[in-house]
């Protein structure tokens, strides 16, 4: 992907969409049954087809994930997650994870706002 | 979800709110450990513990958790023999409520726990939020 | 609007017009209807004016639904980057294209 925007962009979609099923992994620590999720690697998606996963378990619910215009896209959302073999939420891992991710937002946006500064300072010049 | 990032603050949120209440109660059975019925043979303070559920949010499609009931514990009292406790029945054997003091200080310090993972999490969406919204700063 | 039109762009105004060829491509794959091979200058100022305009649309749509909380805000915050360097974009095409023209007046006959 050559657009660097763009791809900047994706990434900061993966980035808040796994920091939510962090999120969710915490809140419901203590539900009985509850399976936590992660998203697969980021690198292993950017040549992913969206796909839409099969509902395999209960707790799998087969929406799919908006597009802009508020229709609904064969859920990359659901492709992009997979489940922890283990059967309890480690609340400290999933506080590593959480960290992990905001340092990579802060990898992901300085990138942007600089490139962005340069690319209309180019102009500009 | 559609945005992630609001839905993490709705999916924290919930998560604090779950928590604080369990918190309410092992504060209520803790502070009720001792207390005994007001009539002789009656029944003490019974122990209270609460049971969480996964609910979805429409909006978002968040798994949100929520507090399902706040039930009491059916296991039995405890008791004791003293003849001369208000509360004794006939036989002198006075009924003591089903607290023990040690597993609700355990259970006290695993909600604060949470409680405050949640919290991180909140404060690390809004990081997020900001580190987004800067972009747009000269 | 992508890094590769903005540097072709960025080239083909300069003196060494050496970034001619990707601008034609670009050119090219914008539509642009033309007999004659390559792309004219007209042909870029086009495709830049057009896609200024929608960037911008696209920018003050998203930013509607980030107000009504319907958008994602790194998605409203793209499309606003995004609109910025498209303006930027035909700003200095037209000044050079301003430039050009008053070079030309200037121009002994």
Do not use: C
């Not at chain 1, 999120?23 to 999720?37: H, L, S, V």
């Amino acid at each position: 992907m050559t657009d660097l925007f763009a791809l900047g962009e994706r990434r900061l979609d993966w980035l808040t969409t796994r920091q939510s099923t962090i999120a969710e992994n915490i809140a419901n620590a203590n539900t009985p049954g509850f399976r936590p999720r992660d998203l697969r690697a980021f690198v292993d998606l950017l040549d992913a087809q969206p796909v839409r996963l099969a509902a395999t378990h209960p707790s799998h619910i087969a929406t799919g994930a908006r597009d802009e215009a508020g229709g609904h896209r064969a859920g990359p959302a659901q492709a992009w997650e997979t489940t922890y073999s283990g059967n309890s939420v480690a609340l400290e891992q999933e506080l590593m994870r959480a960290s992990e991710t905001n340092r990579g937002a802060a990898v992901a946006t300085s990138v942007m706002r600089a490139f962005q500064r340069m690319t209309l300072l180019n102009l500009k010049g | 979800m559609s945005d992630p990032l609001s839905a993490a603050f709705r999916i924290a949120a919930s998560g604090l709110e779950a928590q604080s209440t369990r918190m309410r109660v092992v504060a209520e059975n803790i502070a009720n450990a001792d207390s005994t019925a007001a009539t002789p043979g009656g029944d003490p303070f019974r122990r209270k513990i609460v049971s969480f559920e996964t609910t979805l949010d429409r909006a978002s499609d968040a798994r949100l958790v929520k507090i399902r009931r706040v039930a009491e514990d059916e296991r039995p009292f405890r008791v004791e023999y003293d003849p001369a406790h208000p509360a004794a029945d006939d036989k002198g054997v006075v009924k003591l409520p089903n607290v023990d003091q040690l597993v609700e200080l355990a259970d006290m310090r695993e909600a604060n726990r949470s409680y405050q993972a949640s919290l991180q999490i909140f404060r690390q969406a809004r990081e997020l939020h900001a580190m987004t919204i800067d972009l747009l700063k000269g | 609007m992508s890094i590769d039109l903005i540097s072709a762009v960025s080239g083909a105004l300069s003196p060494q017009s050496a970034a001619a060829h990707a601008l034609s491509a670009e050119a090219r794959a914008a539509g642009a209807a033309s007999g004659a091979e390559g792309a004219s200058f007209t042909q870029v100022l086009t495709y830049v004016a057009v896609s200024g305009r929608r960037a911008l649309g696209e920018a003050e749509a998203a930013s509607l639904r980030g107000l009504s909380g319907d958008a994602p805000l790194h998605v409203v915050v793209g499309k606003v980057m995004e609109a910025e360097r498209a303006l930027q974009t035909a700003i200095a095409l037209r000044d050079r294209f301003v430039a050009s023209l008053q070079d030309i007046s200037r121009m002994q006959i």
